[in-house]
């Protein structure tokens, strides 16, 4: 991947940049639209946000006045209201991919569900597992790509700058009250197994954005310092980073070791770092996502 954008150099990769965007934006925004239509949608799962909220008003409408009404379309009119607001407050920079999103979603949820087989029809929790997972995989992808899909979190955005709660709180609170009217719509039972969804989705959202979390970051304090980089660079093959540092009760200087190295290699790490000096302090703690030398190269998905 270096290679290829060396060759074609810096200006040509971002502009090409655009156009891999909205194909990553488009490919999520189809796994999303299938997801809804053939695990969450067909069972009644109202798993949060304006496609929960067209779900609960499309049985009702079903049931109260015999009105079949596309979720997808309804999804398009309140996301369509929802960014009206938004632009009117924040202007239009804000909207260029949510405008995208929204509308591409709210067609394809319409245009895939004849074709949509119903999955795990009856099975309440296996809708929920997977409907949330694989939306969540869909919508991480568009998040991944700078996009956007619409719906509870452009009413936190807008939120946040009145209500003292962070985004997450305040996405939290939009869904739960979504699943409370499921809950009064549907019962109780499928308003749980919403709340399920919910949960999965943020995961997969989560994983797709940070990436499985598979480089630790280790803080190596000792007076052994100079040997245990040294083992770290010949016997590791991982580069090291000697930060200076002073014990606060002591008032000693010393040199405290930086490394990041694969979950593999934590204990090799460990039996070196005990074999040099069995007092050293060691610090290891999880890494999102690791780029550079030795680790995902910049620019890679």
């Known amino acids: 991947m270096v290679e290829r954008l060396g060759r074609i150099g810096p200006r040509r990769a971002l502009r090409h940049r655009p156009v891999r965007d909205y194909l990553w934006m488009t490919a ?13 949608i067909p069972n009644r799962i109202a798993a949060g946000g304006v496609s ?23 999804m398009l009119v309140f996301n369509g209201a929802l960014l009206a607001l938004a632009i009117r407050i924040r202007g239009w920079r804000y909207a260029a991919k949510t405008i995208y999103g929204i509308v591409v979603l709210s067609v394809l949820v319409d245009v895939l569900a004849p074709f949509t087989p119903h999955m795990a029809a009856g099975d309440y929790l296996l809708a929920a597992l997977y409907g949330g997972a694989l939306t969540g995989l869909g919508i991480g992808m568009v998040f991944k790509a700078g996009g956007n899909s619409g719906g509870t979190d452009i009413v936190a955005q807008l939120l946040s700058a009145r209500v003292p709660l962070g985004q997450g709180q305040l996405l939290l609170a939009v869904d739960a009250f979504v699943i409370l009217l499921a809950a009064l719509k549907f019962g109780p039972e499928l308003a749980l197994y919403a709340a399920i969804a919910v949960f999965v989705m943020g995961a997969a959202i989560d994983l797709v954005l940070d990436g499985l979390r ?49 979950r593999t290699e934590i204990d090799k790490l460990k039996q070196l770092v005990n074999a040099i000096d069995p007092r050293a302090l060691l610090i290891i703690s999880e890494v999102h996502e690791a780029i550079g030398e030795g680790f995902k190269e910049m620019g890679v998905r």
């Open 52 to 74: 929960g909220l067209a779900t609960v008003i499309h049985y009702t409408l079903i049931e109260f006045l015999g009105v079949w009404a596309p979720i997808g379309m309804m």
């Open 28 to 40: 999520g925004l189809v796994l999303t639209a299938w997801a809804l239509n053939a695990f969450l």
């Open 214 to 262: 598979v480089e630790k970051a280790a803080f190596i304090v000792s007076e052994q310092s100079g040997r245990i980089g040294e083992a770290i660079l010949h016997e590791l093959g991982r580069g090291a980073t000697a930060i200076s540092a002073r014990g606060m009760y002591s008032g000693t200087a010393r040199e405290m070791i930086f490394v990041v190295v694969s």
